[in-house]
């Protein structure tokens, strides 16, 4: 079972910048899409950011140009780089790691998350 711990989160200025970490439990990135997800307050779940095994990314529209994810296939870890961070991208972030089949059948594993809160 994969298991991912999260950490960096926390408090922020609008305009300042966080960098939260995911360390997985074994080599997976060879094999799983990272990414990382939020949940705003009152909100469902939504994607930021995925880097695959071979290192494309893809972000949502909202984050394009201030967020950055990547990877460190040695360390086992991903990372997001948040800039300009502004009150609306308050929320319980999680990491995740998915595999997908042929089938089209998927693993997902889930980090416990992480509460970044941008705020004067």
């Known amino acids: 079972q994969v298991q991912l711990v999260e950490s960096g989160g926390g408090l922020v200025q609008p305009g300042g910048s966080l960098r939260l970490s995911c360390a997985a439990s074994g080599d997976i990135f060879r094999t799983h899409t990272m990414g990382w997800y939020r949940q705003p307050p009152g909100k469902q779940r939504e994607l930021v950011a995925q880097?695959?095994?071979?290192?494309?990314?893809n972000y949502a529209d909202s984050v394009k140009g201030r967020f950055t994810i990547s990877k460190d296939n040695v360390e086992n870890t991903v990372y997001l780089q948040m800039n300009s961070l502004k009150p609306e991208d308050t929320a319980v972030y999680y990491c995740?790691?998915?595999?997908?089949?042929?089938?089209?059948?998927?693993?997902?594993?889930w980090g416990q998350g992480t509460q970044v809160t941008v705020s004067e």
């Open positions: 995740n790691g998915r595999r997908t089949y042929i089938s089209g059948a998927y693993d997902d594993f």
């Open positions: 880097i695959t095994n071979t290192d494309t990314t």
